[in-house]
């Protein structure tokens, strides 16, 4: 039994009536769209229409075949909603794989659920979604809605394929402004769609068909870089009562700043006498800033509060510093104004946190799901994350580095770019002393510094419980057996932003014994590596998104009564993917290794894959030396 609890995804699926006299059999699909497809869309009608400044009304239409549990999420059978959106009818109807039709569910019967998490305080967001038992693939899921809304600076776009794996046989978009509100539209990747489209001032239309699904392939790039979309926006818009005009970014962040910023950063006096003490012997603003930052963090938490005009207004700062939390927007502006405070300009910033995503810089609309703040400092650019009470200063990681944000000044928006971690700033650098015994245990002492994005991805070991640490390194170490540790320690330098990892361990079974010789593999960590699947006939670019370094020496002592009777050839492979060197050299009575790996990101041909795949072999088959150990 597979439940649907279908996939939450942060924007409306909105429509029309079913055509219950469609033919949804299976066998009336053309056999080209089910190659590589998990589900077909068999019509999708989204239909908006623009009431008023204030007011819109959206129908969705979406009828799915699932053909498989992977296909489960593309039914998307529900509705967000909130004080500031009503959904006026929801229904689906069920059919069979011969289009037969199996059920029915009304809007009474749709699962209603609360979007508040364990870190939100208040949110009064809302799901209305289906939940329904599948029993036999394949099967058609037709779900029609009709929602209303006072929020128009929210136009869903047109994405007629919208993942991976999945394949359209119909999909329109109408969008009906009776009132001719000035409204702009782009349109991309439309080239090579079945497509007819009717627009004028007062009714946008868009019709496709038959667009077969596109296989999601190991290391490719986000769908959404080459998919057909149509971006759309209203010139004069509402956010939930709050009117504006924009139809650019400087223009939409000039009203974000004067309608949801503005006046928002007072202190108490206290408070400002307070700052002014701790910031009292910095000769820099970097230094002054840094004091700030370190004040929020101890003196504040993250709770997410969904309130103030969409949920996009933050706290004003006397409530944060009253209540000691707030959510990204609440904090942000806090420590915004605690900078002010001391005559240190800096820029709350909206940006999309998580998986890389720009906000758009060639289309002006309401835009990401995080805020950081920008300091431009004379002598550097300083970026803060302002939720986390563990981050150091002017350090993003890989949560919202390299990626185009939305600056918000008095003067208007601006379109920039957080720092790049690049391939060299991305290290991971170990020293091991290991001594072997003569039956081919070992002890060792692992000094490990990370920094760059690796630095984000590892200091939270730190705060696991000890048990789960353990865990931790039996599981990533997992090539070293029967492993035990006698020191786990770590040193956070939030200065630096290094952080060290520092083990004593021991385990048996490193080098293989054969006869009176041990064989010994010389890679005592592993090299990073991917497993990639055979692809011949690859069709997408190869995409790397973060480049990464590792530098690693392994020092073995041997057994007493043991010698170095071989040691493998050094390796050195380089090529446009990065650079694989190996070298074993004798010492006294041990042996050193070097290894060094450098993997680059990069945007390659899908001609390349395999090549990047033999790279990825040849780094695993090095890993693989051995040096062989004589016994006297």
Same mark, same amino acid.
């Given at each position: 039994?597979?439940?649907?609890?279908?996939?939450?995804?942060?924007?409306?699926?909105?429509?029309?009536?079913?055509?219950?006299?469609?033919?949804?059999?299976?066998?009336?699909?053309?056999?080209?769209?089910?190659?590589?497809?998990?589900?077909?869309?068999?019509?999708?009608?989204?239909?908006?229409?623009?009431?008023?400044? &204030?007011?819109? =009304? #959206? %129908?969705? !239409?979406? $009828? *799915?075949?699932?053909?498989?549990?992977?296909? /489960?999420?593309?039914?998307?059978?529900?509705?967000?909603?909130? &004080?500031?959106? =009503? #959904? %006026?009818? !929801?229904? $689906? *109807?069920?059919?069979?794989?011969?289009?037969? /039709?199996?059920?029915?569910?009304?809007?009474?019967?749709?699962? &209603?659920?609360?979007?508040?998490?364990?870190?939100?305080?208040?949110?009064?967001?809302?799901?209305?979604?289906?939940?329904?038992?599948?029993?036999?693939?394949?099967?058609?899921?037709?779900?029609?809605?009709?929602?209303?809304?006072?929020?128009?600076?929210?136009?869903?776009?047109?994405?007629?394929?919208?993942?991976?794996?999945?394949?359209?046989?119909?999909?329109?978009?109408?969008?009906?402004?009776?009132?001719?509100?000035?409204?702009?539209?782009?349109?991309?990747?439309?080239?090579?769609?079945?497509?007819?489209?009717?627009?004028?001032?007062?009714?946008?239309?868009?019709?496709?068909?038959?667009?077969?699904?596109?296989?999601?392939?190991?290391?490719?790039?986000?769908?959404?870089?080459?998919?057909?979309?149509?971006?759309?926006?209203?010139?004069?818009?509402?956010?939930?009562?709050?009117?504006?005009?924009?139809?650019?970014?400087?223009?939409?962040?000039?009203?974000?700043?004067?309608?949801?910023?503005?006046?928002?950063?007072?202190?108490?006096?206290?408070?400002?006498?307070?700052?002014?003490?701790?910031?009292?012997?910095?000769?820099?603003?970097?230094?002054?800033?840094?004091?700030?930052?370190?004040?929020?963090?101890?003196?504040?938490?993250?709770?997410?509060?969904?309130?103030?005009?969409?949920?996009?207004?933050?706290?004003?700062?006397?409530?944060?510093?009253?209540?000691?939390?707030?959510?990204?927007?609440?904090?942000?502006?806090?420590?915004?104004?605690?900078?002010?405070?001391?005559?240190?300009?800096?820029?709350?910033?909206?940006?999309?946190?998580?998986?890389?995503?720009?906000?758009?810089?060639?289309?002006?609309?309401?835009?990401?799901?995080?805020?950081?703040?920008?300091?431009?400092?004379?002598?550097?650019?300083?970026?803060?994350?302002?939720?986390?009470?563990?981050?150091?200063?002017?350090?993003?990681?890989?949560?919202?580095?390299?990626?185009?944000?939305?600056?918000?000044?008095?003067?208007?928006?601006?379109?920039?770019?957080?720092?790049?971690?690049?391939?060299?700033?991305?290290?991971?650098?170990?020293?091991?002393?290991?001594?072997?015994?003569?039956?081919?245990?070992?002890?060792?002492?692992?000094?490990?510094?990370?920094?760059?994005?690796?630095?984000?991805?590892?200091?939270?070991?730190?705060?696991?419980?000890?048990?789960?640490?353990?865990?931790?390194?039996?599981?990533?170490?997992?090539?070293?057996?029967?492993?035990?540790?006698?020191?786990?320690?770590?040193?956070?330098?939030?200065?630096?932003?290094?952080?060290?990892?520092?083990?004593?361990?021991?385990?048996?079974?490193?080098?293989?014994?054969?006869?009176?010789?041990?064989?010994?593999?010389?890679?005592?960590?592993?090299?990073?590596?991917?497993?990639?699947?055979?692809?011949?006939?690859?069709?997408?670019?190869?995409?790397?998104?973060?480049?990464?370094?590792?530098?690693?020496?392994?020092?073995?002592?041997?057994?007493?009564?043991?010698?170095?009777?071989?040691?493998?050839?050094?390796?050195?492979?380089?090529?446009?993917?990065?650079?694989?060197?190996?070298?074993?050299?004798?010492?006294?009575?041990?042996?050193?290794?070097?290894?060094?790996?450098?993997?680059?990101?990069?945007?390659?041909?899908?001609?390349?894959?395999?090549?990047?795949?033999?790279?990825?072999?040849?780094?695993?088959?090095?890993?693989?030396?051995?040096?062989?150990?004589?016994?006297?």
């Amino acid at each position: 039994m597979r439940k649907i609890l279908l996939a939450l995804f942060l924007f409306f699926q909105i429509g029309t009536t079913i055509i219950y006299s469609q033919d949804y059999a299976i066998f009336s699909i053309d056999p080209n769209l089910l190659s590589n497809a998990n589900a077909i869309v068999r019509n999708e009608s989204i239909e908006i229409s623009i009431l008023s400044i &204030d007011k819109m =009304k #959206i %129908k969705t !239409q979406r $009828v *799915v075949t699932v053909l498989n549990k992977y296909g /489960e999420q593309h039914a998307q059978a529900y509705d967000f909603y909130d &004080d500031n959106i =009503k #959904i %006026k009818d !929801q229904q $689906v *109807v069920v059919y069979n794989s011969l289009g037969e /039709e199996i059920d029915k569910i009304k809007k009474r019967d749709f699962q &209603d659920r609360s979007l508040v998490g364990s870190g939100t305080l208040y949110s009064d967001n809302r799901l209305s979604h289906l939940n329904y038992t599948i029993k036999d693939y394949p099967i058609t899921i037709a779900y029609e809605s009709e929602v209303e809304t006072n929020s128009t600076i929210f136009l869903q776009p047109w994405k007629p394929l919208g993942s991976y794996n999945l394949s359209i046989e119909n999909t329109s978009y109408k969008l009906l402004n009776p009132k001719a509100i000035p409204l702009r539209y782009e349109e991309r990747n439309l080239e090579d769609l079945d497509l007819k489209k009717n627009n004028s001032d007062s009714e946008l239309f868009y019709e496709a068909k038959n667009i077969s699904a596109v296989k999601n392939e190991y290391l490719s790039p986000d769908l959404s870089n080459y998919s057909p979309q149509v971006l759309v926006a209203l010139n004069e818009f509402a956010l939930v009562g709050v009117t504006g005009k924009a139809s650019n970014w400087r223009e939409l962040g000039k009203w974000q700043y004067d309608y949801l910023l503005n006046g928002k950063t007072e202190l108490p006096q206290e408070t400002i006498l307070k700052i002014n003490e701790l910031t009292a012997s910095a000769d820099t603003d970097r230094e002054k800033a840094e004091i700030i930052y370190n004040y929020v963090q101890e003196n504040t938490r993250y709770i997410s509060v969904q309130l103030g005009i969409g949920g996009w207004e933050p706290m004003n700062a006397t409530q944060v510093d009253e209540l000691g939390y707030g959510d990204c927007k609440a904090l942000t502006n806090y420590t915004k104004a605690l900078l002010e405070s001391q005559n240190i300009s800096s820029y709350y910033t909206v940006v999309y946190g998580g998986d890389k995503e720009n906000i758009d810089p060639d289309f002006a609309s309401m835009q990401g799901n995080h805020v950081i703040l920008n300091l431009p400092l004379e002598e550097e650019e300083i970026w803060l994350e302002c939720t986390s009470q563990s981050t150091p200063f002017n350090y993003l990681g890989d949560f919202t580095d390299n990626r185009k944000v939305l600056k918000i000044t008095p003067e208007g928006g601006e379109i920039t770019s957080t720092p790049i971690y690049n391939t060299q700033s991305n290290l991971k650098e170990s020293i091991t002393e290991i001594q072997l015994n003569e039956s081919g245990g070992f002890t060792a002492a692992v000094i490990r510094k990370n920094s760059g994005v690796p630095y984000g991805d590892s200091y939270g070991i730190s705060n696991m419980k000890e048990e789960h640490q353990k865990i931790f390194y039996r599981e990533n170490w997992g090539h070293l057996k029967e492993l035990e540790f006698s020191k786990i320690a770590f040193e956070n330098n939030r200065d630096s932003i290094v952080f060290t990892e520092n083990l004593e361990i021991k385990g048996n079974k490193l080098a293989s014994k054969a006869g009176k010789r041990l064989l010994l593999p010389v890679n005592f960590l592993q090299a990073k590596t991917f497993n990639l699947p055979r692809n011949e006939n690859r069709i997408l670019p190869l995409v790397i998104e973060r480049g990464e370094t590792f530098k690693d020496a392994f020092k073995f002592q041997l057994p007493k009564g043991y010698i170095v009777e071989s040691i493998p050839e050094p390796v050195n492979i380089e090529n446009e993917f990065g650079n694989f060197t190996i070298k074993t050299t004798i010492d006294g009575t041990g042996l050193n290794v070097e290894r060094l790996l450098v993997l680059n990101e990069g945007n390659w041909d899908s001609t390349k894959y395999n090549s990047y795949r033999k790279f990825m072999h040849q780094i695993k088959s090095y890993s693989n030396q051995k040096a062989v150990l004589a016994s006297n």
